[in-house]
């Protein structure tokens, strides 16, 4: 069955740094999203992409974050200077036509000291 | 009313009981919802989408009541891997957003 992959698993970062996370959603799909669960809360929507551009964003996806899909098949979240708060597990997602099931990759740990 | 509210649990059940899972949304324009489940430290794995007509699959069953904007889902004969988190997951006014709720942990007991 295909996946959704993400890089790298787990990635620790000084605050202030600029981190970039990977995603290569499943080819033939369409819409595109990043999600975080920061430890012991719930799964929150942070942005989602399609035809090139953002279609909805939420008040967490401020101007510190950024997505792009540089090629055919990467898709990634920029976050330009981190913070503590920033510490999450961050969810890449696709689907094939905007209604359907999301499928999640297994996510990348994100921790910022 | 929170967008996506589900009982807090945790649920501790035996092999074998009955389980439900009660959510209520906010939103009156929400147009798809599903069921997720979530393994410790792992990413969210689709359950079942929920239909106006309630759905079966095996074990599972699943309700909408859209008057009430209430979702549940039932679980019969639990299995020990039936033990994680489930997401009770709504759509927002725009179909590419979707607003889960926080989950309810289910452990199964031998």
């Known amino acids: 069955e295909p996946e959704v992959t993400q890089t790298p698993s787990h990635q620790v970062t000084q605050m202030g740094q600029e981190v970039i996370l990977r995603c290569v959603p499943i080819?033939?799909?369409?819409?595109f999203y990043w999600y975080r669960q920061i430890l012991g809360q719930k799964v929150e929507f942070l942005v989602s992409?399609?035809?090139?551009?953002?279609?909805?964003k939420s008040e967490i996806f401020d101007d510190q974050f950024s997505v792009e899909r540089p090629d055919g098949s990467n898709f990634t979240l920029k976050i330009r200077s981190t913070k503590l708060e920033d510490s999450a597990m961050y969810f890449c997602?696709?689907?094939?036509?905007?209604?359907?099931?999301?499928?999640f990759g297994n996510g990348t740990r994100l921790t910022v000291t | 009313r929170k967008e996506v509210e589900q009982d807090p649990g945790p649920f501790n059940v035996p092999e074998g009981a009955t389980v439900a899972f009660n959510c209520t949304y906010s939103?009156?324009?929400?147009?798809?919802f599903f069921w997720y489940r979530q393994d410790c430290r792992k990413e969210p794995k689709l359950l079942m989408s929920?239909?106006?007509s309630g759905n079966e699959d095996g074990r599972f069953t699943a309700q909408l009541n859209r008057a009430s904007q209430y979702i549940s889902l039932l679980i019969r004969d639990s299995k020990l891997s039936d033990s994680a988190t489930y997401l009770c997951?709504?759509?927002?006014?725009?179909?590419?957003?979707?607003?889960f709720g926080k989950g309810t942990l289910l452990t199964v007991n031998p």
């Open positions: 929920v239909y106006s």
């Open positions: 997602a696709s689907n094939p036509d905007g209604n359907s099931p999301l499928h």
């Open positions: 997951v709504v759509s927002g006014g725009s179909n590419y957003k979707l607003t």
């Open positions: 992409f399609y035809n090139n551009e953002i279609s909805e």
């Open positions: 080819s033939n799909h369409l819409y």
């Open positions: 939103n009156s324009a929400s147009q798809s």
